[in-house]
T-cell receptor, first 114, second 118 residues
């Protein structure tokens, strides 16, 4: 069964600290993995997209890693800011007989406090 | 505006009624996606349009759900005989993808339509 699991479900950190969010997937055949940030009441915003051959990608203070062998990805946030408080969603894309499919994790809710 | 727009922003309807949700993608974007997000749940893929290709309807949960797209512009998602379980935020996204395959395109999301079925 194609699944994307994220951990932790929620996380509270102090402003300025670093944190790492995890994503494990059992999706085949794998095409690419995406991390989205979703603020409350807003649509998701793409942070990174990685294909099978990429094992790290950065976007400002966000760095995503991908281990296609173990089917694990992480999103590392450096020097957190209050504005980082949001839900972070891991999404894995695959090919299926109908064409395209996107499998979404349930997200990690990050709260950054001062 | 330059982004994806959706209307209405909120819709309250009675069980059994039909509803129509609208999405205006970014001009020039050939790919358009509809998603659903129930309270406390992850995003759920519904349907994908790419140019003039047949849409990928594999995510539609039942035959009460349908969607149309006029060329490469506006799309409407229709839910017939709404049920309370249909209550969710419905999100639309568009991208520049030129192939009918998952690609490393960036999807731009609209603000969503919050549907409440009483």
């Amino acid at each position: 069964k194609n699944q994307v699991e994220q951990s932790p479900q929620s996380l509270i950190i102090l402003e300025g600290k670093n944190c790492t969010l995890q994503c494990n997937y059992t999706v085949s055949p794998f095409s690419n993995l995406r991390w989205y940030k979703q603020d409350t009441g807003r649509g998701p915003v793409s942070l990174t997209i990685m294909t099978f051959s990429e094992n790290t990608k950065s976007n400002g203070r966000y760095t995503a890693t991908l281990d296609a062998d173990t089917k694990q990805s992480s999103l590392h946030i450096t020097a957190s800011q209050l504005s980082d408080s949001a839900s972070y969603i891991c999404v894995v894309a695959l090919y299926n007989q109908a064409g395209t499919a996107l499998i979404f994790g349930k997200g990690t809710t990050l709260s950054v406090s001062s | 505006g330059a982004g994806v727009s959706q209307s209405p922003s909120n819709k309250v309807t009675e069980k059994g009624k039909d509803v129509e949700l609208r999405c205006d993608p970014i001009s020039g974007h050939t790919a358009l996606y509809w998603y659903r997000q129930r309270l406390g749940q992850g995003l759920e893929f519904l349907i994908y349009f790419q140019g003039n290709s047949a849409p990928d309807k594999s995510g539609l949960p039942s035959d009460r759900f349908s969607a149309e797209r006029t060329g490469e512009s506006v799309s409407t998602l229709t839910i017939q005989r709404t049920q309370q379980e249909d209550s969710a935020v419905y999100l639309c996204a568009s991208s520049l993808a030129h192939e009918r395959e998952p690609s490393t395109d960036t999807q731009y999301f609209g603000p969503g339509t919050r549907l409440t079925v009483l």
